[in-house]
């Protein structure tokens, strides 16, 4: 465990699925500005200045912080492999306009059918001594034929309304028991619905009604006939046979369960910020709620169906809705923060204590809480079994709450960490170290966001818990937990040193408490890992000329044992690829290090003197030239034996191969 494959890194090997959006690099998500989230501009929200790009339709949905002078801001935010993260996922990844789902087909319908009368009609009127007359039947028609043609519409639209409703009310009742029973609500409210279920009975009744007022007369006398009725009616037979393929097409599309999850998501934001006098704060507060236990229900139901697409559309939805509503939330009444009444009782807040209660009532962030208790459910049953899902997960949480940095929400910042936190203490429970591995690359990608506001306390804050959750980690027999919050650690440290950050100092002091005494040779192998990440931001340093940073790593290992070291030395000089060799969501050797930090490093070595073995010539003459090599690590005899052996592994057990053959 955490040892060196062929060629000498370690890494989680986890293939991503198809809609897998854990896809995250190391660079940080947030530039922040150089102003503070405490001095907010005036004229902003919290100092900034929030702008949101959407793209045009099926485009992806990006958060942008606008750049002021003096102001604290924040780049786009993306996932750091450069693919862009989408807000809102459109079915067939693009949006149906109604033309396409209702005036293009209903116009080749329309048009097909009047081509095919008038040219059927040409050809039989071409013998006719007076074809004008003939076309005048179609205004004029025979009293007979009229009523007979009038009678039989209504029996033509009646069986046309049975088949809508039968079709419509099976396929609404399978959505509904398949995602959610909002489906039926929300279908019978949709105006469309009803305006065609409508019109059709319209039609039957208009067809009945002028077939009553028929009046042949008796022998040669004409009677009442409603020309006029007559042509109506059978305009609108036509249009109830014509537009039925149309609409049920719209019916298919408006019961795609991502536009259902969409309609949800408006649904709720648009009943919080309704200023209708109807709509009361406890029911706004009840809606609120239902909508987002539905969004998540929706989700569930997918994930037991494995609907990978709808899940991680519904997860997006409950992001977006917390977003939207920071927006809105200024205009919010006192009483709607109140967790109080039924808002009380709901099975989230249920059985907190009257203390808690007040906390989040104080702090006004019920709904985001709400929110992100759906959040941790979906977490917990996706673990090892769709780990998409977590990734997605941990995801939005990040962009939580890096939109609550930009904006000075701190009180959404805390909760949205102290939900990363309750993320990873159900991965270790769970033994899911593939899910650890991603959830950990989105922290620190907050944390590297952090760095840029209230001089990098916050950074700080989740660095300490990365050394908590380490540790727990490793005491739970997952050693490789604890060295991938390691290298986290190895590269925030770096960035925060890049940055110039005050907290600076005091991440590398955490950094170097991260190993502790190894407890069994399986956790001795990912201490091993710890090293080589103290050891890269070593390099690091020695390359940016701090060798005062560098010593301090020195002396935090001055008292490791020689072949320890050694083996280490070995192992990351052995490393030639800045790629790992599985597909994996990082895609990045951790052990690597470039041709310059190898230098460095084995300048770091030197520090040891003697009392390390030397580079064998095999590592010392392929990976770093001679004249590069200090003199205490330039030549001499093999390297040591427990270095002759790498092991492999993610924390499932671990196997023995080979060191590669020289080339």
Known sequence: MGGTPP???REVGDAAGSGSAADSGSGSAVEPGSGSAADPEPGSVGGVGVAWARAAAGASHIITISRRPGAVTAASIA???GARLRFRMDPGGQRTSPFRIWLLPFSILVGTSLAVFVITFVIDTADEPDPAAVWRLLFHPNPSSALGAISNAAEVVAAVLGIA???????????SNRYTHRITELFV??????AVMGFFVVTAVQCLAVSIVFDMGEGATLGFVPFVGGAVSMVMLGLSLVILLPYFAFVFKFLNPVEIVERI????????????????????QTEAVRGIEQLADVALNAMEHKDKGVSMASADALRELVLDYQRMRSRMPEPWFAVVGDLAVNPDFVSMSNAVLESVTERRIWLEMKVLRQYQTLYNEALNRMRDMNYLIAI???????????????????????????????????KDVRTAYNVFNQYRLLAESALGYADGKHAVEIARYFKYYGGVSFTAKLPFILETAAYDLCSLNELAYERDSPAARELLRIFLQVDRESESEVQETSLRGVRKAQIKLATFYLLKGDEELAREVFRDMHGESPERLASIRNELLAVRSSEFWEISDRGVNFDYLPPKRKRRMLEFFGWFGDRLPPVPDRISGEVVPDAALPASSSAGSERAGDSNEMLAGIGLGTETIPPPEPN
């Not at 409703?165 to 959505?175: K, M, Q, S, Y």
């Not at 998501?265 to 706004?284: F, P, V």
């Not at 940095?405 to 936190?421: I, P, Q, Y």
Request: charged share 25%.
């Open 396 to 430: 939005n949480t990040r962009l939580v709450a890096e939109a609550a940095l930009a904006s000075g929400h701190r009180e959404l910042f805390d909760l949205a960490v102290k939900f990363f936190n309750t993320y990873l203490r159900s991965t270790v429970n769970a």
């Open 189 to 194: 409210s949709e105006p469309i619905n009803f």
């Open 265 to 284: 998501r408006r649904h709720t934001l648009d009943t919080i910020d309704s200023r209708r006098a109807s709509w009361t704060i406890e029911r706004k």
């Open 79 to 81: 996932n750091a492999a």
């Open 7 to 9: 060629g000498g890194t």
């Open 165 to 175: 409703i039968t079709v419509v009310a099976i396929i609404v009742e399978l959505a």
